[in-house]
T-cell receptor, first 111, second 114 residues
């Protein structure tokens, strides 16, 4: 079964710290991987999409990397801010129509 | 928010009753999706549509049906609601080539089946 795992389930850091969120997947034959942000009671907002041929994508203070051979992706957040507090989910597209989501990491950035 | 609305936003219903959730988009995009989100499970795909009257099943389609008679509307129906269908339901659209493109999500519908 193709599974996506995010560890830890929750993370609390002080403001200003650089941090890494992890996503692992069981099958390396992926099309792409997306990172999303979800605020409480809201829908998901796409942050970064990495194609299977890419190693990383960057947007502002966010950098996502992809290592298909090891079945891992990381989301790096630089200089974290209280406004970054949210749940972060990764989603793996395994073929043309099979997208699997992790359960998410709930991030709290303390002022 | 990519012009996606969901209705109702909250609903409480009883076991055995039919329920229809509506997703409406203003962007005229081809692909639309229905997901459910449950604690500890992330999001799971229920059904998706790749055009008017063109739909296919996702990972957890049992107990659900969908219809798309207009580009802008994608309906999710629970024929006979069960307590296991208590969840938050999200609609999504994608702008380009379907699953390989970025998906944009609606605000969600919280459904409680008593």
């Amino acid at each position: 079964k193709q599974e996506v795992t995010q560890i830890p389930a929750a993370l609390s850091v002080p403001e200003g710290e650089n941090l890494v969120l992890n996503c692992s997947f069981t099958d390396s034959a992926i099309y792409n991987l997306q990172w999303f942000r979800q605020d409480p009671g809201k829908g998901l907002t796409s942050l970064l999409l990495i194609q299977s041929s890419q190693r990383e994508q960057t947007s502002g203070r966010l950098n996502a990397s992809l290592d298909k051979s090891s079945g891992r992706s990381t989301l790096y957040i630089a200089a974290s801010q209280p406004g970054d507090s949210a749940t972060y989910l990764c989603a793996v597209l395994y073929n043309n129509n099979d997208m699997r989501f992790g359960a998410g990491t709930r991030l709290t950035v303390k002022p | 928010d990519a012009g996606i609305t969901q209705s109702p936003r909250h609903k409480v219903t009883e076991t055995g009753t039919p329920v229809t959730l509506r997703c409406h988009q203003t962007e005229n995009h081809r692909y639309m999706y229905w997901y459910r989100q449950d604690p500890g499970h992330g999001l799971r795909l229920i059904h998706y549509s790749y055009g008017v009257k063109d739909t296919d099943k996702g990972e957890v389609s049992d107990g659900y049906s969908v219809s798309r008679s207009k580009t802008e509307d994608f309906l999710l129906t629970l024929e006979s609601a069960t307590s296991s269908q208590t969840s938050v339901y999200f609609c999504a659209i994608s702008f380009g080539t379907g699953f390989t493109d970025t998906q944009y999500f609606g605000p969600g519908t919280r459904l409680t089946v008593l």
